[in-house]
């Protein structure tokens, strides 16, 4: 009987940080020149009058403070509120690849692998660079990487249902060790100019080394994965190939990403909390025997919710459901990834959970323990 390890992991995010109020004062004054140019059509009610936001709605409604961009001018950039970007081209590395590669590497080095080791490539996001090559086949050209390689999308459940498809790979046969990536370079698809959507969302990558029967003093066994999806459009981007074509055009704004945050907040919160008790009660494992739960960062209040619906305790040690989104904000399918990289240091024979949950609805939760 093989084991299958988590054997390193490796994360990247930019130079580039945004407070709170850095963000709020842009987005002000963006309302402010708004509400000016349109104050007869607000007069006469024919457009709304944009509100102002605040650093301490932010935190009360999110947990937070600050997010790494890869472009903070154009962000904080009144006539802009977006990052500059180029394009997708052949005559360069995909945006996506060359986050991907930094954050490869380093999962590597943790493995104590290189790339003559890695079978395969798995790249799992929720926002994909391009609809074709797949950017898993392009990194695996600039690594020297034998195998396959392909690219998938479960919304911000990317990352850990992109653990599971390595796990199977393994398991069957088909590869020793898979390199799983995960670029979230979600910045540029978020509206700015919306009061409650404009602070959610870092950019960053995280990389994971699954591997049969590893020998790394990183390595983490997986012991079980539970996986769920049921259809909701509470969370939702329509941006497409078909947009060109289509007969009942959509604005830019209609066309990107797009939450139902309460629905949201009201139908995952219990389905994952459910997910995951049933998950460890067959796994014979008590919740109040669990050293850390590496949750989906989206949002603090859900975070804390889930975690104490799981121990059955409202007041339950913060250190065991580790929070980067306070410095990183919502890193999509990449946040219970980097909460795991950053907050690992268990001892052998603890256990841990790693669960991501987003559009669809999907959830993956998969159980580990320190070797």
Same mark, same amino acid.
């Given at each position: 009987?093989?084991?299958?390890?988590?054997?390193?992991?490796?994360?990247?995010?930019?130079?580039?940080?945004?407070?709170?109020?850095?963000?709020?004062? =842009?987005?002000?004054?963006?309302?402010?020149?708004?509400?000016?140019?349109?104050?007869?059509?607000?007069?006469?009610?024919?457009?709304?009058?944009?509100?102002?936001? /605040? +650093?301490?709605?932010?935190?009360?409604?999110?947990?937070?403070?600050?997010?790494?961009?890869?472009?903070?001018?154009?962000?904080?950039?009144? /006539?802009?509120?977006?990052?500059?970007?180029?394009?997708?081209?052949? =005559?360069?590395?995909?945006?996506?690849?060359?986050?991907?590669?930094?954050? $490869?590497?380093? @999962?590597?080095?943790?493995?104590?692998?290189?790339? /003559?080791?890695?079978?395969?490539?798995?790249?799992?996001? +929720?926002?994909? $660079?391009?609809?074709?090559?797949?950017?898993?086949?392009?990194? *695996?050209?600039?690594?020297?990487?034998?195998?396959?390689?392909?690219?998938?999308?479960?919304?911000?459940?990317?990352?850990?249902? @992109?653990?599971?498809?390595?796990?199977?790979?393994?398991?069957?046969?088909?590869?020793?060790?898979?390199?799983?990536?995960?670029?979230?370079?979600?910045?540029?698809?978020?509206?700015?100019?919306?009061?409650?959507?404009?602070?959610?969302?870092?950019?960053?990558?995280?990389?994971?080394?699954?591997?049969?029967? /590893?020998? +790394?003093?990183?390595?983490?066994?997986?012991?079980?994965?539970?996986?769920?999806? *049921?259809?909701?459009? %509470?969370?939702?981007?329509?941006?497409?190939?078909?947009?060109? $074509?289509?007969?009942?055009?959509?604005?830019?704004?209609?066309?990107?990403?797009?939450?139902?945050?309460?629905?949201?907040?009201?139908?995952?919160?219990?389905?994952?909390?459910?997910?995951?008790?049933? *998950?460890?009660?067959?796994?014979?494992?008590?919740?109040?025997?669990? +050293?850390?739960?590496?949750?989906?960062? @989206?949002?603090?209040?859900?975070?804390?919710?889930?975690?104490?619906?799981?121990?059955?305790?409202?007041?339950?040690?913060?250190?065991?459901?580790?929070?980067?989104?306070?410095?990183?904000?919502?890193? @999509?399918?990449?946040?219970?990834?980097?909460?795991? %990289?950053?907050? %690992?240091?268990?001892?052998?024979?603890?256990?841990?959970?790693?669960?991501?949950?987003?559009?669809?609805?999907?959830?993956?939760?998969?159980?580990?323990?320190?070797?």
């Amino acid at each position: 009987m093989h084991n299958i390890h988590i054997a390193g992991t490796g994360v990247w995010y930019p130079d580039n940080m945004v407070t709170n109020d850095e963000l709020v004062h =842009s987005y002000n004054s963006y309302v402010d020149h708004f509400n000016d140019k349109n104050k007869n059509e607000i007069d006469n009610g024919t457009i709304e009058l944009m509100p102002h936001s /605040s +650093s301490e709605f932010i935190e009360k409604a999110s947990g937070i403070e600050t997010r790494y961009v890869i472009d903070k001018e154009g962000i904080l950039d009144t /006539s802009r509120m977006m990052p500059k970007v180029s394009n997708e081209d052949e =005559s360069k590395l995909s945006i996506h690849a060359e986050v991907g590669i930094i954050a $490869a590497n380093r @999962a590597m080095e943790q493995a104590g692998l290189t790339a /003559s080791d890695i079978d395969a490539v798995i790249v799992g996001t +929720s926002h994909a $660079a391009r609809n074709y090559p797949a950017v898993a086949i392009e990194i *695996q050209s600039e690594l020297g990487i034998n195998g396959y390689a392909y690219d998938m999308l479960v919304g911000c459940s990317s990352t850990t249902f @992109a653990i599971n498809n390595a796990y199977s790979d393994i398991a069957s046969g088909l590869a020793n060790a898979v390199l799983v990536i995960n670029p979230e370079i979600s910045t540029p698809f978020v509206n700015f100019t919306h009061r409650d959507k404009h602070f959610i969302f870092g950019d960053a990558c995280a990389a994971t080394v699954v591997q049969k029967d /590893s020998n +790394s003093k990183h390595a983490f066994k997986i012991i079980d994965r539970k996986l769920h999806t *049921q259809f909701s459009n %509470n969370i939702r981007s329509d941006f497409s190939y078909l947009n060109r $074509a289509a007969i009942d055009q959509k604005t830019m704004d209609e066309l990107l990403f797009d939450q139902n945050g309460r629905s949201v907040f009201k139908d995952v919160c219990p389905l994952v909390a459910s997910l995951i008790s049933n *998950q460890l009660e067959k796994n014979n494992i008590n919740p109040n025997d669990v +050293s850390r739960f590496w949750l989906h960062q @989206a949002n603090g209040k859900m975070i804390r919710l889930i975690a104490s619906k799981i121990l059955n305790d409202d007041e339950f040690d913060p250190s065991l459901v580790p929070m980067p989104i306070k410095q990183f904000g919502n890193l @999509a399918s990449v946040g219970s990834l980097f909460a795991f %990289n950053l907050n %690992n240091d268990l001892e052998s024979g603890n256990k841990g959970v790693i669960c991501s949950f987003g559009a669809g609805y999907s959830v993956c939760s998969i159980i580990v323990e320190k070797i």
